[in-house]
Structure formats: C-alpha cells, structure tokens
C-alpha cells in the first residue's frame, strides 16, 4: 500500500488525531489537504457522534464523511491500558498530534504532552480546548455558538437597534480548527530547522476574539464599546442587503465616489449622486439611501441585478442559498467542489480546499470507514504481523 | 526563539486579508517588508478606528493593528521605474503576499504564470474575493459581498425570518481574516518543502471559498446529496431552543440539546413546575416548536433576573452550557485572557501606549510576540533600498 504519495507541501508528514465532531477534525483536513497522512484513533467505544448522528450506518453518516475525506481510520479501544501504549507505540511514528477532547481527558488517559513526549520528543502536540487547556476558566466547555458569544462575535452581530442575534449556529468550530492547523505548520517548520518539537495550545474563544481584533483595537484606542450593526460600514455607504424578487437578496458595498456616481446612474436617479457626494454626506443620509436603494432593487432579480452593477464597477453579489452554493459553476470550476472514490467503486462530491496552489496535494478519497487502515497502520506503519493483529482483534483492543 | 526568523517575506497586499496574513507571519520572527504607496501608504492606513486627535496616516488603529512588526518602504509599484527596486527585492525574499485584483501582479512584473521559470524559489500567495480566475461579473466585491456570496450571510443570524435582511457576521473583515488564516497556513506549508526541494510555489486563495469551507459539514452533506439544498434561510440551522437571552447586566447564550442539559438546567432552577409539563427527553425526541417557544419564554423570565457571569458560572458547575456573551470591554477584563497573555501592551510613537489583541495559539518554545509596533509610513524605505545596493555590489 502507497499511501504517502499524493505530493503537496506536506507530503511525509503524518498526523495522529484524536479529535471529537468538527473543529479538531476540521484541523485534520487542512493539513490531510496540504498533502500529510492523517489518522482517525476511533473505536466502537468511544464514537464520535457524527459518525452516529441519525444514522444507521456508521461507515456512511453523512455529517463525518462530510468533514473527513482523505483520512486513514485505525481502530484502538482508548479505554484499556494496551489501547493506550498501542497509541504510544504509532505516536513513535507520527510528527503531529491533534486533540480536542474534553478538558482534562488526554491526561487521564496517560496521552498528555508529557507521556506523548517521552515517546516521541520531537512531536508537535497540538491540544484544543473552548478557553485553552489552562487557566480560572479552562474547566468551562461549550459548543461553537458558545466560542462565538464569549470571544465578542454574537454580540457584533445583529440588527439595528436590536439584541445581539449572534452568526449562524454553525459557525466557529472551522474557524478554530484553521488557527489550529496554522499553528501545527509553525511548529513542523521550526522541528524542521531545530529538531525541536512543541505543546500547542489553542483556545477556541480567542479564535473568535481574533476575528473582530479591530474592533477590540477600538475599544483600546477610545474606550468604545461597538455593538451590532446589522451591514453596516464604518468607512463606506451604502453598504447593505437590499431585498430583490422572490425572497432573494443583493449585496451592495459603495466603495468610493465613484462607484456611488455608478450606482446612482444605474438607479436613474442621478441627482443622487450630486446631492450625497462624499461618504460622510452618505452616511449621515444612510438610513435614507438605504430604503432608496431597497425600493429600487425589490423589482429585480439579485443575480441579475448584481451582474449589471458589476458592469459598470459597484461592489454587488447576490447573498447565496444552499441552492446557489452547490451549483455555483465558479465553485465546481476551481476544484473546491469535486469528486473523489466513495470506497465503493464509485465517486462523491466533497468540499475540497479554499485554495488552488502549484505542486498541490492530491485529493482521491473519501472518508475512512471505521478501521478501514487498520492493516496499514498495525502491519506497515507499527510492524506487526497478521497474527498480532488479529489477536488486537481478538481481544478488543482493536475494535 | 521565533519559529520563521530568518525568512523574509514581501508584502505587495493593502487590504485587511493581505495584512493580516502578513502579521500572522510577522508575529512568529517573520521579516515582513510592507511596500506601501508614497504619500497615502496603504489602503488600510484610511481605515477606522482612529485614534482621537491623531490625523494623517499614522492615525488608524486597524492598521496599527494589522501591521506591527513590519517594515515599510514606500515605492510606486505602480510606476514603470519601481521594477528597479522591485526585481532585487524578489529575489532577496522567500515568500510574497498580495491581495490586489487578478491581474495586478503580472502588470507590475510578477506574472504568477511565470513564476515557476521567472523565480522558481519564491512562495507567492495572493488573497482575493473570488480567487485568480474570478469569472468577470465577479470582479468588484468587498467583504460584504464575499460573506453574501459564501452563503454565511444568507443563513445568519439562525432562525432568520424570509423578510429580515440577511446579515454580514462580526465587523467589517471576518472575511478579510478568515482568508488570511488559510493563506499563512499555505505559506507556512510552502516553505516547509522548500526547506528540502528548494522549490517556490503559486497559492491562489479564496475568500469565497475559505468561507463557504467553514460550513463544511453542512456543505458537504449538501453537496453530497444526503442534505436538503433549498432557497430556505434556516437551511443551515439546528433545532431546538438553544439561543441569546437578555439578562440583567447584557446577554447570555444557553445552548440545550441532551438530557443532561435540560436535568443541569432542573438543578439550576431548583425544579420548577413548569419543567414538569415536558415529557422526558423531550429534546431529542419531541422537540416541538410549541415546546421549543415554551421554554425559550420560561428561560427568558428567568435570566432577566441574573447576571451574566454569575449564572454562567453556576450552570457551568452543574454541567450546563450556559456563557455570557461577552463584547469587547469584557474581553479587555477577562481573567482567562489575562492568565493566557492574550493583550499585550504596544507603545506607538503617534498612538501611544494601548493594549493589543494577539493570537489564539500558544506554542510554548516558539512563541508568537510583538516586537515592535507598526511602522510609520516609508520608516525603513532608506535602510532597505541601502541593504539592496549593498548586495548588488
């Protein structure tokens, strides 16, 4: 079996993940993406849920081969002592770790940094917790919506005048399992340079604080506390969604002068352009402009609409349903949405990477099913011969 | 000990996503040369917030922000005698960062086409709306539309009504940031073979597609066909009554999803009758939109009368997800960013003494730090060019 070969700018670089639902596994594909070997440790015992979530079929649960494509999956029962050492021996093998379980839990399992690291001294053990795994409140957990509300993003979202509404309830496991992925390239480039491996330690709540650092800038320059804006901008107007026909939306950012001049001949209504000519005139009229422009784009179709704005330089694009995702021909060009083997003899769409680079990683396969690399992983990677291997069968320490 | 010292990277980007991608760098030992355009320097230096009576260019906290650490030069990329300055430059950095339009970097000489014959060891990212091949109806976007068009504003906030406006996220720049995450990612990657092949590369990032990749486990069961695709705006959502609740000092968030949460959440309460009018389990079994607006009103009289933090920390004790919802004079007196060293104060020559957000990772033998503040406009533009001339003697 050849499965370090997909080229990429980490190709020979292998990760071991002991990762729960989505931010650590998200971190996994990144790096699987960039072109390492990156291995699931599940079993029977120890499920992750999206393996399970309304589902039949563990092998097929949608939501897990959603975001694990390209991995390995090893069975090791974490809940005995020779699960554990077996871990300990694949680490030996391994350049990163990633885990997010609960607070507290690698160490009570013996996989903490310091056991790992006295296997494996050069590992880069990336460790992932809501608030980092020290400190008065790092015994607190919570799901995605709980990161966002407590790093400051729920309360920038929102409308007008309105309690804080907060993102879409999905948000902020990727977000975090990213600045975790970055974080394990930094530290395989320093182990390349020095020898030396590393504990990473990233809390998801910062993660979302990073993500309005201006806002918390501006909090430190003039004490100001910025609540929700709706589209709101503080440096252009209009800046918006506008409704359009049959329930869709347009997006429109007036970016300059000119781009309002643009979008004032567009509307017909030219005097608008010279009675609002400055983006301070426009935004001490933005409540105005705002219904203008609503009035003006209800009668259209978004897509339509925002082609025309493109033409003559206006910011604008339709704000997207599911629908217009998944059959958006500049997605499915680009090679973000592709195909790759179901494990059946057939192929799948997946979400591939955010990015095209040259001398790319290769992206074949699908989610592993539940042990699907256990005969690569005991055999190749760790050397045990069949026998040894089905007597971990056996004796349910690979199960 | 900084993990990227000795590398040295050109930053061609004037936009959020660009500078961004550059700090992250910087912040490791990174040496981050920021070209910024004579007079105005870059884009973001226009940017609020301001600081109060500080005018001209050092005056804006988000490039403050954005770019400590960095060097700037001032030169004209624009203007066709830069291409002296410009080619000595290239060959004497090891990545590049831009987040101008599809087009630019081939006008100014630095054809990513080309890179592979022309500068075969350069690592080379650019940051854009919708990527190098933007199809031209996409050719203007700021990050408004690029959140619209990820599908993250449609969908935001959860439960939104067809008829309320779809909504931007956080701020201004969550995709300038979330983009620029993935682009020092590719970068940090990239320069990790080259440390053995000795080989640049090309890395086209999409904001587009960062974003629409942050839903992945929703778009890919979309995608895949095991997911309903509709014009729906709660096509994102989960069930069930989890959400924000006014309390007495701001907002909490209670998320309830298992029996242990809604048995936690008995415990807080000290079992009141109203929890005994839902039957057993009732969150994962018959979680009724009627039961759901029930107890959403019996949550909400009840954390009016708390404190954010306070009821926080008794639910957290009991096993319930319960969190304030924190805004930014929260975050600057937060006990857990304090013991994780999460501000750090900068002294600025203009903006003076103020405490800074840094990163979300800790790596404890190469930390990220802040070395030196932002640069003031073309602050390295002599020594830089001097260093050039010196090696082309």
Not at chain 2, 229 to 237: I, L, N, Q, Y
Request: negative net charge; hydrophobic residues 40%; aromatic residues 8%.
């Amino acid at each position: 079996m050849n499965l370090a070969s997909r080229g990429g700018p980490l190709q020979g670089v292998r990760v071991l993940e002991l990762t729960k639902v989505w931010a650590g596994p998200y971190a996994g594909k990144l790096l699987g993406f960039l072109g390492a070997e990156v291995i699931r440790v599940e079993s029977e015992g120890s499920l992750d849920v999206t393996r399970s979530f309304g589902v039949a079929d563990i092998n097929k649960a949608p939501g897990f081969r959603a975001v694990n494509p390209q991995k390995l999956s090893v069975q090791i029962d974490m809940k005995t002592g020779e699960g554990i050492a077996l871990i300990l021996d694949l680490l030996k093998h391994c350049d990163v770790l990633i885990e997010n379980l609960r607070p507290g839990a690698v160490k009570r399992l013996g996989l903490g940094y310091d056991a790992v690291k006295a296997v494996k001294p050069d590992i880069v053990y990336v460790s992932m917790g809501m608030y980092g795994s020290e400190g008065p409140l790092s015994y607190q957990t919570g799901y995605a919506p709980c990161f966002a509300a407590l790093g400051g993003v729920s309360a920038l979202v929102g409308r007008d005048g309105e309690p804080p509404a907060g993102m879409n309830v999905r948000y902020a496991d990727s977000t975090f399992g990213t600045a975790a992925a970055y974080a394990a390239a930094v530290a395989l480039l320093h182990r390349r340079r020095s020898g030396e491996g590393q504990f990473i330690d990233v809390s998801a709540v910062e993660c979302m604080t990073s993500m309005i650092g201006d806002a918390v800038m501006q909090h430190a320059l003039d004490g100001s506390v910025p609540g929700s804006d709706a589209n709101r901008h503080a440096d252009m107007a209009p800046h918006g969604a506008y409704p359009c026909r049959d329930g869709e939306w347009i997006s429109i950012a007036v970016s300059s002068d000119a781009a309002w001049q643009q979008l004032a001949a567009a509307m017909q209504q030219a005097d608008l352009s010279t009675r609002f000519p400055t983006l301070a005139e426009r935004k001490a009229n933005e409540a105005e402009l705002d219904r203008m422009l609503a009035a003006w784009t209800a009668g259209h179709d978004a897509a339509a609409l925002a082609e025309q704005l493109q033409q003559c330089g206006v910011a604008a694009a339709k704000s997207a349903s599911s629908v217009d995702l998944v059959s958006d021909p500049h997605l499915w060009a680009r090679g973000f949405f592709r195909e790759v083997n179901d494990g059946e003899g057939g192929s799948r769409p997946i979400v591939g990477p955010p990015w095209a680079m040259t001398r790319g990683a290769e992206i074949r396969d699908g989610a592993p099913r539940l042990g699907e690399h256990n005969a690569y992983v005991f055999g190749e990677i760790l050397g045990l011969s069949e026998d040894a291997q089905r007597e971990l069968v056996e004796r349910s320490i690979a199960r | 000990m900084s993990a990227l010292k000795g590398y040295r990277v050109l930053e061609l980007a004037d936009g959020v996503g660009g500078e961004y991608c550059g700090k992250l760098l910087a912040d490791f030992g990174a040496e981050v040369i920021k070209i910024e355009r004579p007079g105005r320097g870059s884009a973001t230096r226009d940017l609020a917030p301001f600081a109060p009576g500080v005018a001209g260019p050092e005056r804006s906290g988000l490039f403050a922000y954005l770019n400590t650490g960095k060097r700037s030069v001032t030169l004209d990329l624009d203007s066709a005698a830069s291409g002296a300055t410009l080619a000595p430059l290239l060959d004497r950095v090891d990545a590049v960062i831009d987040d101008h339009p599809a087009g630019w970097l081939a006008a100014i000489g630095l054809d990513p086409a080309q890179l592979d014959t022309r500068h075969p060891a350069l690592v080379l990212c650019t940051v854009t709306p919708f990527g190098q091949s933007a199809p031209p109806e996409r050719r203007h976007a700021e990050d408004l539309n690029v959140m619209h068009a990820s599908g993250w504003a449609y969908h935001t906030p959860s439960g939104s009504p067809p008829d309320a406006p779809p909504l931007k996220g956080a701020g201004r720049f969550m995709a300038s940031y979330e983009a620029a995450l993935d682009a020092a990612l590719c970068i940090v990657a990239a320069l990790y073979e080259r440390e053995t092949s000795g080989r640049g590369r090309f890395i086209d990032i999409s904001k587009q597609e960062v974003l629409a990749s942050r839903v992945d486990y929703v778009l890919g069961q979309m995608v895949a066909g095991d997911m309903d695709v509709s014009t729906s705006r709660t096509s994102f959502d989960l069930f069930g009554p989890a959400g924000i609740f006014a309390c007495r000092d701001g907002y909490a968030y209670i998320w309830m999803s298992a029996p242990t949460h809604w048995d936690a959440l008995r415990k807080l309460l000290g079992d009141p009758a109203w929890m005994n009018d839902f039957p057993e389990r009732w969150l994962e079994r018959a979680c009724t939109p009627e039961r759901v607006a029930q107890c959403r009103e019996h949550i909400a009289a009840w954390l009016k009368t708390q404190d954010k933090e306070e009821v926080a920390a008794q639910a957290q004790q009991l096993g319930l997800t319960l969190v304030p919802v924190n805004d930014v004079r929260d975050l600057h007196a937060s006990a857990q960013f304090a013991f994780r060293g999460y501000f750090t104060e900068v002294e600025h020559p203009q903006l003076r003494r103020a405490r800074y957000p840094t990163v979300p990772y800790r790596l404890a033998a190469t930390p990220a730090r802040i070395d030196a503040a932002a640069p003031l406009l073309g602050a390295h533009t002599d020594a830089v060019l001097a260093s050039l001339q010196e090696t082309a003697r």
